[in-house]
């Protein structure tokens, strides 16, 4: 579905990200984890053609985001960091204007925009402003707008950020819903999100992808204690030889 090749950006000094590879599989819920700074964020942007790379691609079902954009962007749903929306609409008109640059048609968008509203649980706010709403609640609403088009790969971007512990748990049996026809990228610097999540988690520090944990090896660092593993990957590499 994804397949991430040799990704690569510098802001002046230093990489952001450092020759980034990695591919996603229908079914797969894979963790993006990393400290603040570790290129999380950047390496998104770029999957999904809102930021150039330096070096390296990214293909969607085969299609390049690089020589064929657009079709490739009709296929990611995308939940930025810290979700920017227009605060003067409301949830309802924010997801019919997505849903016109889409070019969805009237019935489909409706359809649609009934279906994100449940599955993103912002009903009892879809015709309040978005100026007047919690960060709980932008942030789901920026989420139902990446999946407006129920696209087939989902890069969520910090996904937990802001919500409450009982909208976590929303969030989490979304997710786990949305999982079986899907591939789906969480960033998250939470340890604890991606053992209970995830199937895979891709560690990221400065840049560089340090492991790419299976199904069976993030079951049994986290049994040792993920968070002790974490720390111990990322001061290995520090460690001077
Ligand atoms: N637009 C930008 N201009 C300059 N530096 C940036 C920009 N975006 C990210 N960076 C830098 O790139 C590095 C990776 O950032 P980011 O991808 O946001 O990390 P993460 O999402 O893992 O916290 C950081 O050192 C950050 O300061
Ligand atoms: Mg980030």
Known sequence: MLNVESLTKSFGAGAAVDSVSFTLGQGEVVGFLGQNGAGKSTTMRMICGVLDPD???AQLQGRSILTDRL????L?????EGA???????PVEFLHFLG???GLGRATLRAATDRVIADARIGDVARRRIAGLSKGYRRRV???GALLTDPPVLLLDEPMDGLDPVQKQAMRA???RMAGDKAILISTHTLDEVATMCSRAIILDHGRIVADLAPE?????HELGLEAAFVELVSARRRPS
């Open 55 to 57: 070096a390296g691609d």
């Open 71 to 74: 079709e490739a962007q009709r």
């Open 76 to 80: 990611i749903g995308y939940l930025p």
């Open 84 to 90: 920017p929306l227009y605060h003067d609409m409301t």
């Open 100 to 102: 016109a640059c889409h």
């Open 142 to 144: 920026a989420l139902a």
């Open 174 to 176: 979304l997710i786990a």
């Open 217 to 221: 090896a993030l079951a049994r660092q």
